[in-house]
């Protein structure tokens, strides 16, 4: 891996400082920006850089803030919001216009909203099994690879009898496929906020000594329903 560069970038966010321990190729094409999930780090996506598919493509993977070997002064100021203003904070540094994301579980969503928020600049978005489905589908064990051709775009496609137009969003994974009209993305993203605020709820109950089972039941973690 030559041609891949690591470097720790010192940022600012909302007042925290951090320093982001990245992995990076630069190149001529845009690059694809890898998010990754909760207890994981960049180097899940290290291995793109061996990959003769990818020669040559650019592209940027880093450890969130606290994960890995990044750095956060202010852990508590962390949420999702956090997250996509730090990957924008380390797209500027790199002085990056327009990129493509794929985000994996937490980095699903962060690349969600960053795709809504930066719609100008992201070329394309792949979310591998994120969190904005009523499962729980939190880590992945397979996923698949398809070479995709590209056939026309700007029109309309039926996808199950649904149909998708363009600017709409689709977020796949093992526990089924969800289609988001682009009116409704705000619904979406709430939706979302509201799961992954129940998950760290969860999380943080059971880490004071309570049984699952017992934290599972809990009405102050009752099931989001979805309309």
């Known amino acids: 891996m030559v041609d891949t560069k690591r470097e720790t970038l010192e940022l600012r966010v909302r007042g925290a400082n951090l320093s982001i321990s990245t992995i990076f190729r630069s190149g001529t094409r845009e690059p694809i920006l890898f998010l990754h999930g909760f207890g994981s780090t960049k180097e899940d996506y290290a ?30 100021a962390e949420d999702i919001p956090f997250l996509v203003e730090t990957a924008r904070a380390v797209l500027d540094h790199l002085q990056v216009q327009r990129f493509h994301v794929v985000g994996h579980s937490m980095g699903g969503l962060t690349s969600l909203m960053l795709a809504h928020e930066e719609h100008e600049r992201v070329i394309s978005f792949v979310d591998i099994e994120g969190n904005v489905a009523p499962e729980d589908c939190f880590l992945s064990r397979q996923i698949f690879t398809h070479r995709v051709v590209h056939v026309d775009s700007g029109r309309p496609v039926e996808i199950a009898g649904v149909t998708v137009h363009e600017d709409d969003y689709v977020i796949a994974d093992r526990c089924g496929t969800v289609f988001a009209p682009a009116a409704r993305i705000d619904e979406v993203l709430d939706l979302g906020e509201r799961i992954a605020r129940r998950q ?15 934290v599972m039941h809990d009405k102050e973690f009752e099931a989001i329903q979805v309309r």
Request: glycine share 12%.
């Open 47 to 76: 291995d793109i850089a061996r990959l003769k598919v990818f020669s040559g493509r650019p592209f940027i993977a880093y450890d969130a803030p606290g994960c890995g070997e990044s750095v956060c002064s202010d852990l508590s």
């Open 200 to 214: 760290d709820g969860m999380v943080a109950a059971v880490r004071t000594g309570r049984s699952v089972a017992e």
